[in-house]
């Protein structure tokens, strides 16, 4: 989460106090042909601190909607209230110095928050507990043994992700002062690693990152443990040795060196970037990008030691094109600018060639690799409606080719209609269906996956040339429903159900098998849309990570809690009972 930073000049001090006090407002009221329309909805809470239930005051509490938002502080009773809102959604934010910053309707920084959906003389109260952050401090030194000023520090919070091993930036980060002492501060509880790489920043060429307390690699680096307003110490020293160059060449489908975009992925552990990560600290032990020269020769320097997938991808040939949309356009017009957009992409998607191959680094440069790229099969489909399904398939549904390999080949059809054509990624994939932005609509469930024919519903593929795909969809979808309960004074709202098959084969990211929901001011909870013919454990938690329940050891380390079930056939219901898990 973003936090908000106010620097201001003492001057101005009481000034910004008065205008924060008077709710700052970027909320305009709409016009009407009877006057101005007053907005009648609200939103009051309290924020308190976590561990002692004691009020926070003079916490940020930030509103934010469509193009619009309200800020305010809590005041000595941790209280805060908005008044005259819009009906919309809104998400809300809250911080203070010493705290994690927290969305409402989360119990851990890294879950998905709840948004407040405000209707006209609604009144809504959210209430939001701050953790108080922890702090990992401590000097960072250079290969000599002398500190590394200037060096970029950064904690990493280990977290699943697509269902590997991952981690994800947290925090803004700190930058080595001359004793190489830096303090990264503001920390959610759990498990984190530490980055180092050198340098300062706005530096063009930069030394590999270092991981505590002093590999190359976060595969071999060590955890550090943060509980709530914990304090713990590390050094790191910088660790340049085992760097390695790759190099080769990359060979066109006709058999002539060629040009293009070259890619190392790390096969240990991927990454995703926090909303408050340094964009000038580049985690080079997980994806180092390239390019291969009019000859085809590449080289790759400073690759840490570890397993990754090389993909090559040859420069297009056609460019995307974005006409110009003049001012004023009206919706059709913008609609085929949108259109003309993609089919530029598209077209020039299907006259790419690629290829990947595994290579393996051990310290020492790896040299003379010919990686030989392929014309892009493309992937020509349709959507179609199960046997006895009366009514017309969703309109607007989208398929994505899911690379096994490397998350960054996943590829989306780019015109979402009765049918689609997508290219396929280089190596294995897999198939997923839903909106654009989101899961199928309620009431839908994908029956089978066909590709030439063949049911590849939930399998690993690989295709070397143009296929077809049929999308089975059915409106007989199961459902999986109940309570969660918990003992005296612990909140079952907002708490997270996983449901989950017993095969561990079939926990890989994105399973249709996998699934999870929060529940509502009740503790109740549903979830439609399980393939059927599957055993199945279903375990309540009190807090669930953005993408947690594709994550093997997640999973591993809940069943024991979970209670099983059986979906037999399409349209089954299931209804259950769950003891709240506190994490």
């Known amino acids: 989460m973003r936090r908000v930073r106010t620097v201001a000049l003492v001057a101005f001090a009481v000034g910004m106090l008065a205008a924060v006090a008077a709710q700052t407002d970027r909320t305009a009221p709409v016009g009407s042909r009877s006057g101005v329309e007053r907005y009648t909805a609200a939103v009051q809470g309290v924020v ?28 000595a009773a941790g209280r805060f209230v908005f008044t005259d809102l819009p009906p919309e959604r809104m998400t809300m934010h809250v911080s203070k110095a010493g705290f994690v910053g927290a969305q409402f309707g989360q119990r851990h920084p890294l879950e998905e928050a709840e948004a407040l959906d405000l209707a006209s003389g609604q009144q809504i109260t959210a209430n939001v507990a701050l953790s108080r952050g922890g702090v990992i401090y401590g000097r960072v030194f250079d290969e000599y043994g002398e500190p590394a000023a200037g060096a970029l520090v950064q904690a990493l919070f280990a977290r699943g992700l697509r269902g590997q091993g991952g981690v994800q930036n947290v925090g803004s980060g700190d930058q080595a002062d001359d004793t190489g002492a830096f303090r990264l501060y503001g920390l959610a509880p759990g498990t984190y690693f530490v980055a180092a790489q050198p340098g300062p920043a706005g530096t063009v060429k930069r030394g590999a990152a270092t991981y505590y307390p002093g590999t190359p690699t976060v595969a071999s680096a060590l955890p550090v443990e943060i509980d709530s307003g914990s304090q713990v110490p590390v050094s790191i020293t910088l660790n340049t040795a085992s760097l390695a160059r790759v190099s080769g060449v990359v060979v066109n489908a006709a058999g002539v060196p060629s040009a293009g975009f070259v890619s190392l992925v790390s096969e240990d552990l991927i990454t995703a970037r926090g909303l408050d990560g340094p964009a000038n600290l580049a985690l080079s032990a997980l994806q180092i990008n390239g390019d291969a020269g009019p000859d085809g020769r590449f080289t790759i320097a400073d690759v840490p ?11 297009l040939s056609t460019r995307i094109s ?6 004023g356009a009206t919706e059709a017009q913008r609609q085929a600018f949108a259109e003309q957009v993609q089919a530029s992409l598209a077209r020039s998607l299907r006259e790419r060639e690629a290829a990947s191959l595994p290579v393996t680094v051990s310290g020492q440069d790896v040299a003379g690799l010919t990686i030989v790229t392929r014309p892009s099969p493309t992937l020509s489909g349709r959507f179609v409606a199960a046997p006895g399904v009366r009514q017309p398939v969703p309109a607007g ?11 960054v080949q996943s590829l989306r059809n780019q015109s979402p209609g009765e049918t689609f054509e997508i290219v396929a990624p280089t190596g294995p994939f897999v198939l997923s269906v839903g909106q654009l932005f989101g899961s199928l609509p309620p009431g839908w469930a994908v029956s089978a996956i066909r590709l030439n024919g063949r049911d590849v519903t939930d399998e690993t593929i690989e295709v070397f040339a143009d296929a077809t795909v049929e999308v089975v969809l059915t409106d007989r979808v199961t459902s999986v429903s109940g ?23 079939t926990w890989w990211y994105p399973s249709r098998a996998i699934r999870s929901a929060r529940t509502d001011a009740s503790g109740r909870f549903e979830i439609t849309g399980l393939p059927p013919g599957e055993r199945y454990h279903a375990v309540a938690v009190d807090y669930l990570i953005a993408e947690e329940e594709y994550d093997a050891a997640f999973l591993d380390s809940v069943r024991g809690a979970a209670t099983d079930f059986v979906l037999n056939d399409e349209g089954d219901q299931r209804t259950l009972q769950l003891d709240l898990v506190e994490r």
Request: avoid cysteine.
């Open 48 to 75: 308190t601190a976590a561990d002692s239930g004691a009020p926070v005051q003079g916490a940020e509490v930030r509103l934010v909607g469509s193009g619009r938002y309200r800020l305010t502080m809590s005041d």
């Open 305 to 315: 030691p570890g397993s990754y997938v090389l993909t090559a991808t040859l420069t």
């Open 322 to 327: 974005y006409p110009s949309i003049p001012e």
């Open 397 to 407: 549904l989208s398929v994505i080719a899911m690379s096994r390999q490397s998350p």
């Open 483 to 505: 309570t969660v309960r918990a003992g005296r004074n612990v909140d079952v709202a907002n708490a997270s159900v996983v449901v989950f098959p017993r095969d561990e084969g």
